[in-house]
């Protein structure tokens, strides 16, 4: 049976502003769509929704054409970058706003849990709020009565239920915020990227329950999320957004590993025009690559295993005579954390630089990588002698590192950042 259905869907906005600017404007085009029945003018202009580019329309399409069926007791990981539509695709799901054309059919009452407390009044006790909560979902008072110790339980906000939610953190307020959401029995739950705000321990036990909730009640989970090792873990199917349109639906595993292979190709490409960087760019990052055992270009790399970190710096007025003080290589965890840092200084080398070559090529060898299963963004950071920034940038790209023989290792990450470093290369090309 099909739990969800989108059918050519498109949202358009408007940049800067509601409506379409003045009062004859809108009277005009309600006329002419809901009296005469004729096409919206509007609908054909307006940009792709690329938030890189200036564009030169004010109406960009936030959604384009979305066309695809959940069947009941799926679990769908809606992935893409920053800004493809997967928010707005669950907002119109959820009808906290409609769709410009087409038409979306859900069967069944809809859980949703978009923006850490959603529709949780600060003023209203946590308790207060769970009953809220479930009548706007439609359950009865005794309905909500009877599954309330549970909910309390599952959130961890036992002590604090009879505190105005306002005086929570965060975290607490996702956490309750998805036990009202995940125990109320919705037959679609409907989960943006809230889980970031939890702690491991909630993400562990949220994503059982969601588990629980498809796979031992067959109910319908819509799950968005920049965690590739939770979509994995929990999602069967896959829908890839890009800049609003459908890249591809499929299998999680083939829609993560074409995202991820996406993700590399385009942060490479863009690294030596990215504008948020800083540094007297002297010298510039041009690419990075990954080299393991079982690959010389890896789309993942594996815990615990040998890998090699290669990047590609381009030169640009550097002179011969000038010495290069410090390359450093960061991963960062989902949470913005600093998980491993890599440097030539750890190994007290120097970096040679051919002032007569276009560009230096430099790979740190990792015998054993000390990262935990996940997903990471990488850092990069490059100094001279004087001690003066060469070119810093955050986010280069994202490596997804899968689960391995970790143990190994573990023990070692508290003695010191430097200690897995047992290589350093450089060759000028």
């Not at 939890?198 to 067959?218: L, N, P, T, W």
């Not at 890896?298 to 615990?304: E, L, Q, V, Y």
Request: charged share 25%.
């Amino acid at each position: 049976m099909t739990a969800i259905e989108f059918e050519h869907v498109s949202k358009q906005y408007r940049l800067g502003l509601v409506s379409t600017k003045t009062l004859s404007h809108d009277i005009r085009r309600w006329w002419l769509t809901s009296v005469r029945g004729k096409e919206d003018p509007y609908l054909k202009i307006g940009e792709t929704n690329d938030r890189s580019t200036k564009g030169n329309s004010e109406y960009v399409w936030a959604l384009r054409d979305i066309d695809f069926k959940v069947e009941q007791g799926d679990v769908v990981g809606i992935i893409g970058k920053n800004g493809a539509g997967k928010s707005t695709l669950l907002k119109l799901l959820s009808r906290v706003t409609g769709p410009t054309t087409g038409t979306i059919r859900a069967h069944g009452r809809i859980g949703s849990l978009l923006e850490v407390g959603t529709g949780f009044h600060g003023e209203m006790t946590g308790r207060e709020n769970i009953f809220m909560n479930g009548a706007i979902l439609g359950m009865t008072r005794n309905e909500i009565q009877a599954k309330l110790d549970e909910i309390i339980d599952f959130s961890g906000c036992e002590r604090y239920i009879d505190t105005p939610v306002k005086r929570y953190s965060s975290g607490m307020t996702v956490r309750l915020g998805f036990a009202v959401a995940a125990f109320l029995e919705p037959e679609i739950l409907v989960v943006d990227e809230v889980l970031a705000v939890g702690d491991a321990e909630f993400q562990k036990k949220a994503i059982g329950k969601m588990k629980d909730v498809s796979q031992g009640q067959g109910r319908t989970v819509l799950f968005v999320s920049h965690n590739m090792a939770s979509v994995r873990n929990l999602c069967k199917h896959g829908v890839l957004l890009n800049n609003g349109f459908i890249e591809y639906i499929g299998d999680v595993e083939d829609v993560v590993e074409r995202y991820q292979a996406n993700c590399r190709m385009i942060q490479n490409a863009e690294i030596l025009t990215r504008k948020d960087r800083m540094g007297n760019g002297k010298l510039r990052l041009e690419s990075v690559m990954f080299r393991t055992e079982h690959s010389d270009n890896a789309d993942n790399i594996i815990s615990g295993e040998t890998c090699v970190v290669r990047v590609k710096i381009r030169k640009y007025n550097w002179k011969k005579g000038q010495q290069l003080d410090q390359c450093t290589i960061a991963f960062n965890d989902v949470y913005g954390n600093r998980a491993l840092v890599l440097s030539n200084s750890f190994l007290k080398k120097e970096i040679l630089i051919d002032s007569t070559k276009d560009s230096t090529i430099v790979e740190f060898k990792i015998d054993r990588l000390p990262l935990n299963a996940g997903q990471y963004s990488m850092a990069f950071y490059l100094s001279d002698k004087n001690g003066d920034e060469l070119d810093w940038i955050d986010n280069i790209c994202t490596i997804e590192v899968m689960s391995g023989d970790f143990y190994r290792t573990g023990n070692i990450i508290r003695k010191g950042l430097g200690v897995f470093l047992t290589d350093f290369d450089v060759e000028n090309v």
